[in-house]
């Protein structure tokens, strides 16, 4: 059985900084799935799309993987 993780795109305030952290609980839930005969994939939508921002809302942006880039890539 193959099972996908997906570390979803972020949101921030206009006067935030974008910050990327590796995730931890993703990777250790990927981790024991392995161990226990799993295939496992992990897209961290995050950070591959880290460069492509858009404004969802007044002063509120999102960065990451557009919906689109997520869907072709599962």
């Known amino acids: 059985m193959k099972i996908l993780l997906i570390r979803p795109p972020q949101i921030r305030w206009v006067n935030e900084e974008k910050r ?3 995730p931890l609980g993703l ?3 990927a981790g024991a799935l392995k161990n226990n005969g799993y295939g496992v994939e992990l897209i961290d939508a ?3 799309g880290y460069d492509n921002e858009i404004e969802i809302k007044e002063g509120l942006f999102k960065y990451g993987l557009s919906d689109k880039d997520l869907e072709d890539k599962s």
């Open 27 to 29: 990777l250790y839930v």
């Open 20 to 22: 990327l952290a590796q």
């Open 46 to 48: 995050a950070a591959e």
